[in-house]
């Protein structure tokens, strides 16, 4: 089982966690595991503690531990299956029948979620653990480690994805009501015009991280991309992009379509999701859902989401 509240796309808030488990292997062994993870872009990083427990032995034989975990790539939308990879590091002490030792519990694996609504998910773990007593290190482990695949299933209770008008903005009003999914302009004006027309054509195109061809794209992978079908070379990170061209100021009257849009997930952070702005104060960006536009605008939820995010703008072609 597993506890866990998120924020929204490129940046999530912070998650709660409870897993139940089982270690194979010979290890015999019950897991139960409570995180609290700070969630942030395709990177997810966070406090774990695991105590494991021989299931004929009890505390004869047992682990008990705190460190850190590391998620990847998790987060996937409403009523989709979304696989991602974790893994922790946890000091800790190991009990034996006839001993106690301080260890490093080391831990890789995989998971797979079911998010049927923004509240709920359900989903499943594997991961390949050593109990390195000691300790030693994972790469020089002593005979007497304990090693092996373990499995855990749960559900998750929590917000996810975007938050209402309310939730980012603070206001204590109530939540603005959906608006219709906007529409691409319906003329492009500008010098950057082909470019913006470029990335227009490739909406709906699926959310493909490290993607930069038309098969997915991530967010600053479709930027490089629009600029790079006509000859404008930028980098590829999301963070390079944001000290490419000349500085904008960050407010819909002085944007120009072709616009790059930075956004942080956090306070003072640095830059976690890029888009680009195309007119009629919207934006195409790639996001967890795929290649889309969104609103630059309080009143609707996902605008409001992303305004309270929007940290600055570059200009490429002047």
Same mark, same amino acid.
């Given at each position: 089982?597993?506890?866990?509240?998120?924020?929204?796309?490129?940046?999530?808030?912070?998650?709660?966690?409870?897993?139940?488990?089982?270690?194979?292997?010979?290890?015999?062994?019950?897991?139960?595991?409570?995180?609290?993870?700070?969630?942030?872009?395709?990177?997810?990083?966070?406090?774990?503690?695991?105590?494991?427990?021989?299931?004929?032995?009890?505390?004869?034989?047992?682990?008990?531990?705190?460190?850190?975990?590391?998620?990847?790539?998790?987060?996937?939308?409403?009523?989709?299956?979304?696989?991602?990879?974790?893994?922790?590091?946890?000091?800790? =002490?190991?009990?034996?029948?006839?001993? *106690? %030792?301080? &260890?490093?519990?080391?831990?890789?694996? @995989?998971?797979?979620?079911? !998010? +049927?609504?923004?509240?709920?998910?359900?989903?499943?773990?594997?991961?390949?653990?050593?109990?390195?007593?000691?300790?030693?290190?994972?790469?020089?482990?002593?005979?007497?480690?304990?090693?092996?695949?373990?499995?855990?299933?749960?559900?998750?209770?929590?917000?996810?994805?975007?938050?209402?008008?309310?939730?980012?903005?603070?206001?204590?009003?109530?939540?603005?009501?959906?608006?219709?999914?906007?529409?691409?302009?319906?003329?492009?004006?500008?010098?950057?015009?082909?470019?913006?027309?470029?990335?227009?054509?490739?909406?709906?195109?699926?959310?493909?991280?490290?993607?930069?061809?038309?098969?997915?794209?991530?967010?600053?992978?479709?930027?490089?991309?629009?600029?790079?079908?006509?000859?404008?070379? =930028?980098?590829?990170?999301?963070?390079? *992009? %944001?000290? &490419?061209?000349?500085?904008?100021?960050? @407010?819909?009257?002085?944007? !120009? +379509?072709?616009?790059?849009?930075?956004?942080?997930?956090?306070?003072?952070?640095?830059?976690?999701?890029?888009?680009?702005?195309?007119?009629?104060?919207?934006?195409?960006?790639?996001?967890?859902?795929?290649?889309?536009?969104?609103?630059?605008?309080?009143?609707?939820?996902?605008?409001?989401?992303?305004?309270?995010?929007?940290?600055?703008?570059?200009?490429?072609?002047?």
């Amino acid at each position: 089982m597993l506890l866990y509240g998120q924020g929204g796309e490129g940046g999530r808030g912070r998650a709660f966690e409870f897993h139940l488990g089982e270690w194979y292997n010979g290890n015999d062994a019950t897991i139960y595991e409570l995180r609290t993870i700070k969630a942030s872009g395709v990177l997810q990083r966070g406090l774990v503690a695991t105590a494991v427990v021989h299931d004929s032995l009890g505390r004869r034989r047992a682990f008990y531990g705190a460190g850190l975990e590391f998620q990847a790539l998790r987060g996937a939308g409403q009523g989709r299956l979304g696989p991602y990879m974790l893994a922790a590091v946890q000091p800790g =002490l190991s009990t034996d029948t006839g001993s *106690q %030792a301080v &260890a490093i519990l080391w831990s890789v694996g @995989v998971g797979l979620e079911w !998010r +049927p609504l923004g509240w709920l998910a359900v989903g499943l773990e594997t991961r390949y653990r050593l109990e390195d007593r000691g300790p030693r290190g994972f790469w020089r482990a002593s005979p007497g480690s304990r090693e092996g695949m373990s499995a855990a299933i749960g559900f998750s209770l929590g917000g996810h994805g975007r938050r209402d008008a309310k939730g980012a903005s603070g206001s204590g009003s109530a939540p603005a009501a959906a608006l219709p999914p906007p529409e691409p302009p319906a003329t492009v004006s500008g010098n950057a015009a082909d470019v913006v027309e470029t990335a227009i054509s490739v909406l709906g195109t699926p959310y493909q991280w490290g993607g930069n061809a038309e098969n997915g794209f991530d967010c600053s992978g479709l930027i490089q991309y629009a600029y790079g079908q006509h000859g404008i070379r =930028l980098p590829r990170k999301g963070e390079e *992009q %944001a000290h &490419a061209g000349a500085e904008v100021t960050p @407010v819909p009257e002085a944007l !120009r +379509p072709g616009d790059i849009l930075l956004f942080s997930a956090h306070d003072n952070g640095g830059v976690t999701h890029v888009g680009m702005y195309v007119g009629e104060a919207k934006f195409i960006h790639s996001a967890s859902g795929g290649v889309k536009l969104s609103r630059l605008d309080p009143h609707d939820p996902d605008g409001a989401y992303w305004m309270t995010r929007w940290v600055g703008a570059r200009r490429v072609i002047p």
